[in-house]
Structures are given as C-alpha cells and as structure tokens.
C-alpha cells in the first residue's frame, strides 16, 4: 500500500485501543451507563459494558438474545447524515443513543451509549414482539431501576465525550503524521543521497579517466612542442643578433625575423591550446568575489595599450556602468582582453574599437514569464560590447567561431587565423562565470562581441511599499 | 487530485512553497482564525520549538455540493528552511496548485529565487511542470521597511504570468485572496483538464461562495497590476 499524506485514516490508526479503553471505561463508570466505540463499519474498537437487569432477565429467554443480536446491528453502523445524537428504543422498553463521529470531513465512527431509560417524551418505547412467557410486570419494574437520561442530559454527554474524543485523535493524528513525513523525508534524502553517491561515483571515475588521458597529453604536448619550438625561436634570435658568425644579409635577416616571429606566435598558439584542454578537464578555480565591472574593463583595456603601444588603431572606451558583477576578475579580465585585443588585430590601420558597458533589464521571453517577479533580479545583466570596424565575417563563422577546434575553409583561416582558439578561451572564461558570450558581425564592415554577466542588485535601494 | 467516483469525492491539494520565514505558516494560521469554530477542520502544524515548520502544515477544508459531491481541499505548507529539501519535496507530490509565499525585504531577493529554482526542480522531480503548474505569488510582510517597492513589483508582475499579491500575513492582509485566487486558477485547470462539471454535480461557482462564507471574501486582499 502506497501511503501518503493525502490519506484519510480511521480511529484505530490515530488512537491506541487502551486509550480508547480508558475513555469508555472512566465516562461510562461516572455515568453509570455502557458505553462503546465502533468504527465506520460498525466493527467494535472499545467498550464499557453496563447491562441493565432488564437485559439480563430477557436474557434468560433464548430466542431474545437473537433479537438483541440484530437490534444491536442494526444501531452500531454510523449514520453519516444523522444530524446530532439520534436514540433508538428496544423492545424491552429501554433505549440507547448514538451520535456519528465525524473528523476533518470523514464519518470514521459511532459512539454507543446505553442502555438507559428514556425519560418521558424522548418518543415511543420501542415495545417489540416479547417471547411468550416474559413477565410484562416484571420487566417494567427491572427497567424503572435502569438510570434515565434526559434528552439534555444525552447532548451534553455526548459533547464530553465527543471533545475528549476528538482530541484524543487529534493528537494520534499528529504523531502519526509526524511519523509518516518522518519517515518519507528519511526515505528521500536517502534516495536522493544514494542518487548523488551513485553520480558523484560515476563522475569520478570518468573524471579520473579523463585526467589520466589528459595529463599524459597534456605533459607530452607541452614538452614536445613547446621544447623544439623554444629551440627554433632561440637559434633564430641568435642568428639575427650576428651571433652565428658572419653579418647576415638585408634578405636573410628577414628571413630569420619572419622565422622567430611565426615561432613566437606559435607558442602563443600553443599556450592558448593547452588553457583551453587544461580548461575543458575543470581543472582550473573560479575564485568569484564581487566586482564593479568598470573595474574589469579598464584594466583591460590598459593592458591592451601596454602591450603594443605603437599599432594604428584607436581604442575608445564609451559609455561605463558601476554595476557589480560576482565573477573571477582575472579570468573575466583574460576574456575582456582577447576579444580586445581580437578587434585591434581585426581592424584596418587608422580604424578604431569602441569597448561599452551597458545595463540590460530585458522582457522575460516564453517560460522566462513563470515567476518573473521572483526571478527578475537574477535575469538583470550588465553587457560588455567590443565593436570594430575590421574585415567582420560571414554567417557560417560567426557559428562556429567559438568552438575550440574550429577551422573554415582555407581563404577563411587564412584570413581569420588564431582567432578560433582564442575565442574558445573567451567562452570557457566566460561561462565558468555564469556569463553568455555572443558575436554580431557583417562581412567588410566589422564584428561586435558582447559578454553578459548576471548584475547583481544593488542593496541600497530599498523604499517603502 | 484525487478523485473517488464511488464515494462522489474529490480531493484537492494545494501547497504554499516559499524562502525560510517569509510567513506560509502565518498565512495558514490567520486562514484558521478566520473559519468559524463550529466548522473549523483542524491546522496541523508540526513545527518545532522556534516555530520553524519541520516538516509540513495542513489546514484542511471540506465541502458537500448542492448535488452531493463531497470536495475536500488540503492547504499545505511546506518547511522553507534549506535543509528540509527532501520534505519539501515529498508534501510537493501531487500538488494542485502552488501558492508562492515571497519575503518582500530586499534582503530576501536571493532567497526568494534560489526557493523559486528549487521549486522549479523538485516539481519536476515529482513529474510536475512549473509552467503549467497553477501558480500564484504573494509578496508577504509589506509591512517592513526595506522592501522592494509597489511600483517595482507591478511592473515586475504585469511582465511576468502569474497573480501576484501583495500581504501582511501577520495582520492578516492579503491572506484570503491569495488563497481564493489560487483555489479557483487550479479548480480552473483541473475542470479543464478532468472535465469535473460533466463527471460531478458540483459549480465552482458553489464552492467559491462557500468559501467566501467561511473565511470572507477576497476584498482584503490587494492585488498588483
Ligand atoms: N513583519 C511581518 N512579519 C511577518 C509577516 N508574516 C509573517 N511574519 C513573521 O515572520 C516569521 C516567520 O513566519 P512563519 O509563518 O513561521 O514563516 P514560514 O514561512 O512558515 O517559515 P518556515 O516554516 O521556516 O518555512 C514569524 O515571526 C512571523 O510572525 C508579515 O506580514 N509582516
Ligand atoms: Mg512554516
């Protein structure tokens, strides 16, 4: 049976049969009347037998324990519409009263009280068929000895005996609720723990495996480029500083130049390559702290003009915000950089870049609209525009130009080469920072970068609602 | 839902999902004060010493309709604090409707959207989807200072889908017509989607004026452009 805490339960589940023992017990002996608890069915749960000598002498008379059988069954079922206390008379003159326990909405039971005389006026006396042999006399002397309950007396009986019973369940419903959510919270956060061991394991050995692979790589690539290559670049220094003997001509000084310059740019390549594998195998920490943008983007713009301080293009910086960002300053920094320093590369001699920060508040878009005003300050972003007015590119680039190992065709990578790795890298940087990185840009006439980070609120601008 | 067609019976779940302490208990127990003692159905609250709802309320109310169906409404709350997740998801399953209960402080903006995401995710777990949940949002405690202002929070909510209502839920504002804003929109959907008025004699009409009676009707409440 599935349990839940939508389930309705019956008295037996929300009170022990001792208490209800001990209820029937201390309200019938005060009252010097029987009492019993039955549930929805009918079926007994607890009870307080008082029989009164009338029943015992019609007792006596075989056939009219039968009837009392059947008038008893007849009673005990609860009468879920029964408005009140309602009393039902036995043939032998005497009469018990029931009342309907009713609990948040279900009919869970009766409760039984007799039998007692009916004082005069609570309706006819029930006068059944009597076995021939009954002393009628009799009988009705038995019965004047039965305590009488008024028709008053009945509803204040029941009142007591209904509050104290409904606390009694009140209570056992509580404890057996608490249990139950107890239980099915354990039960949860157990499976859910289970889950969590179950994924974490998995990652782990994946993780593992990735690692060793990408270790070996990565220490083999480093050493095995990076070695020769620094070789390549030294000899050519060497040589085109004279120091291989002999002055070089005008020709072959150029040459060596072009030589030890490509190797310089190729180990940048590299370089770029193994932050962008060191980076996909997680093996790098986002250190977040709150910071002003601006902060960021001048830095790096200050960066960029301390690195090649002679080029030909104008780099502006427009408009600022002094919205906070929660983010690695270093690695969000790096990102600002490339694309920075992309757009310098990209532009024509005597062009310009124009480097903006600007607050976004957008219209929430499709199921962005559930829960909006919760959710709105979380989907506030500051955006960082780079914009140049270089080559641009073409559609089927600007798809691709994020991806890692990205290559168009060879007229394209001739004229765009380098960009792809550097890219990759902006957008590792930039979404281990929860931020979004995204490019505009038309063929001959420039390229516009924009990295959105989510903006934090600022705490001082409460007012009064 | 559940729904006993033998016994003409319909039970509907409806669940306050909220941030620690931003007042679904509050909400529940002004509710209660305002029924009438006589057909009052018992607040269970299970709460420990500090007050902190440890595993759930459950204000119930029940209905007979004029044709004799018998429709009981549970109103749960969940516990907001961040530990009690797998509780929170457990009184989740089969919920009707949720009624998000926000902390209108500035404070609380964070709070407010990591239980709104979670709410999101632990729907889901129990195969429910939040955008088709039926929702209704109250920014409680508009008593404070330091909250996010009327007028942010009307062109916040007349961007996004849901109801938002504002309350005091400790002076008992706003209370009453979140909840019958939240009951008709989910009674609403599951008419829609169950076709109760065909399989059952009962109007909503008839049950909205039955709880109108019995804890008044929703002009308290103020609701947000
Ligand atoms: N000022 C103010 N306080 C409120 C309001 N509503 C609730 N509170 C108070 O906020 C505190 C937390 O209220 P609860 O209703 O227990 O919060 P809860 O959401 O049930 O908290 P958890 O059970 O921990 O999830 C209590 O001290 C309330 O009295 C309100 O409208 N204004
Ligand atoms: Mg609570």
């Known amino acids: 049976m599935s349990i839940d805490l939508m389930q309705s339960a019956g008295i037996e589940d929300l009170a022990s049969a001792d208490d209800l023992e001990t209820l029937c017990t201390s309200f019938g002996s005060l009252l010097g009347v029987g009492i019993r608890i039955v549930d929805a069915e009918g079926r007994g749960l607890a009870s307080h037998r008082l029989l009164a000598d009338a029943c015992e002498y019609l007792h006596g008379f075989p056939s009219m324990t039968g009837e009392c059988e059947s008038f008893f069954q007849r009673i005990l079922k609860p009468d ?15 009469a018990y009263a029931t009342m309907p326990l009713h609990y948040d909405g279900d009919l869970l039971g009766n409760i039984v009280l007799g039998p007692f005389r009916p004082s005069r006026g609570s309706g006819a006396a029930g006068q059944a068929e009597l076995t021939s042999g009954v002393d009628r006399a009799k009988l009705e002397t038995l019965v004047e000895r039965t305590r009488s309950i008024s028709a008053e007396g009945l509803g204040r009986i029941f009142s007591a005996v209904v509050t104290l019973l409904l606390v009694i369940l009140r209570m056992g419903h509580k404890v057996m609720a608490t249990g139950l959510a107890h239980t099915l919270s354990v039960e949860e956060s157990y499976r859910q723990l289970l889950e969590k061991n179950k994924e974490l394991e998995d990652h782990q050995r994946r993780l593992e495996e990735v690692d060793r692979l990408k270790s070996n790589l990565l220490a083999t690539m480093s050493h095995e480029l990076r070695t020769p290559l620094t070789s390549i670049i030294g000899y050519s220094d060497m ?72 080029r030909d293009v104008k780099l502006e910086l427009g408009e600022l915000s002094s919205a906070v960002v929660v983010v690695d300053p270093e690695m969000v920094g790096k990102a600002i950089y490339q694309l920075i320093d992309n757009a310098m590369k990209f532009s024509k001699p005597g062009g310009h870049v124009q480097v903006q920060v600007r607050e976004l508040s957008q219209r929430p878009k499709g199921d962005e609209a559930v829960g909006y005003v919760v959710m709105a300050p979380k989907l506030n972003w500051v955006e960082i525009m780079v914009c140049d007015y270089g080559v641009g590119m073409p559609q089927e680039i600007q798809k691709k130009i994020f991806e890692p190992l990205f290559q168009g065709d060879d007229s394209v990578t001739r004229r765009h080469g380098g960009l792809g790795l550097g890219l990759a890298l902006v957008k590792h940087y930039v979404a281990a920072n929860e931020g979004r990185v995204r490019v505009e840009s038309t063929e001959g006439e420039g390229s516009t970068f924009y990295i959105r980070f989510p903006r934090e609120e600022e705490p001082e601008r409460p007012s009064r609602g | 839902m559940q729904v006993d067609v033998f016994h003409k019976q319909i039970t509907v779940k409806l669940v306050y999902y909220g941030p620690a302490l931003s007042g679904k208990t509050t909400n529940l127990q002004h509710l209660h004060t305002l029924v009438d003692p006589g057909l009052r159905g018992n607040l269970m609250a299970l709460e420990t010493r500090d007050d902190r709802t440890l595993f759930f309320d459950l204000l119930p109310f029940h209905f007979t309709s004029a044709g004799g169906v018998r429709l009981r409404i549970k109103l749960f709350t969940v516990p907001g604090q961040v530990i009690h997740n797998a509780t929170r998801r457990i009184v989740l399953q089969g919920a009707d409707g949720v009624g998000f209960i926000a902390d209108s402080q500035v404070s609380q903006i964070d709070n407010n959207a990591q239980s709104f995401t979670s709410l999101g995710e632990n729907l889901a777990d129990n195969g429910l989807n939040l955008a088709t949940t039926p929702l209704v949002i109250q920014f409680n405690k508009r008593d404070l200072p330091a909250i996010r202002s009327d007028d942010e929070i009307d062109a916040l909510a007349s961007l996004g889908r849901e109801p938002v209502y504002k309350a005091v839920a400790i002076q008992g504002i706003g209370v009453v017509g979140t909840f019958l804003g939240l009951f008709s929109m989910t009674w609403t959907a599951l008419e829609k989607q169950h076709d109760l008025s065909k399989r059952f004699e009962i109007k909503a009409s008839e049950i909205t004026s039955f709880l109108e009676g019995m804890i008044g009707g929703s002009g308290r409440g103020e609701v947000a452009t």
């Open chain 1, 80 to 94: 879920g519409d029964a408005d009140g206390h309602v009393v039902h008379h036995c043939y032998a003159g005497l």
């Open chain 1, 239 to 310: 040589l085109a500083s004279g120091m291989g003997g002999g002055e070089l001509t005008e020709d072959q000084l150029g040459y060596v130049s072009t030589i030890a310059e490509k190797g310089e740019g190729l180990l940048g390549t590299i370089s770029t390559i193994l932050d962008v594998a060191s980076l996909e195998s997680g093996r790098f920490e986002v250190e977040r702290q709150r910071t002003p943008i601006t902060e960021i983007v001048e830095s790096a713009v200050h960066k960029v003009k301390e690195a090649s301080p002679r």
